[in-house]
């Protein structure tokens, strides 16, 4: 690579007042700013994957969804830009937990946990969820429903069950609704790791009633080995996101990738790996076009859907 190739792009001051979002983002693509200019990017791949004739994969972690961004998610399977989500059970813990009417509230990273813990008072970071929000709001709503679908049949498949709850609530902002409503299958593969799946136990104890996860691992692998070319937006790290990269090395990788994660790489994390990693286990195509992007995902998906959807 010689002198004049690397200079082909100048750095371009710019100043705001009131530009878009999508205008706001051009500008700091064009100003070749540090992680701004990934997060300006993301939002060219991502408007290119929406456009494409491509399977549409979001991954997203549970805490995302004690916050105000699950409406913001909700909103991006509502006006089709999600064909398939994969997430954890903490995900379906806080949404059917807040679809049915509990509380979370504002709180600070610096409270008190042991005063809190006295109070019946869950911190999830600054974020707070007292226990008549959430373990009690589950057993209450869940147990009936276990009981009718039982009646049904004794043996679900995590995706089945997740769509039958989905049908069960009425939350514009809840993603089980949107996704249910839209038909969109939501995949969560650590089902038993939360108060969902906690629940399922309870209810097979006493009654006959089977959840068969690898039901969901057959419907994964009819998906990704179709002949569908793939694309994915990754909101942080953990087994959504490998569940992610994972089944797309059986469709040659995925052609679209967006990340956005807090972690580091230097650690080995699966969290912090940049995309190019994933590149090495044909995860992601080598003709891929995609982006890794460091920061907080509340701050930055709201800027990234907003210019997307002005463009």
Known sequence: MDKEELLQQEVEDFRVGKETVAELVDKMHSAGGFSSKNLATAVNILKSMNSDNCKKVLSFTADLIATGLRGVIAQMIEQGMVDVIITTCGTLDHDLARAWGGKYYHGSFELDDHELQKLGINRLGNVLVPNESYGTILEEKMQPILSELSKQKAEWGPRELIHEFGLRVNDKNSILYQAAKKN????????????????????????KFKVDVLKDERELADIFFSKSKFGALMLGGGISKHHTIWWSQFANGLQYAVQITTATQYDGSLSGARLKEAVSWGKVAQTAKYVNVD?????????????????
């Open 295 to 311: 920061g907080d995902v509340t701050i930055l998906l709201p800027l990234i859907i907003s210019a997307i959807l002005e463009k």
């Open 184 to 207: 969109i299958p939501v995949y969560v593969p650590g089902i038993t790791d939360g108060a969902f799946g906690a629940n399922l136990v309870w209810f097979s104890q006493e009654n």
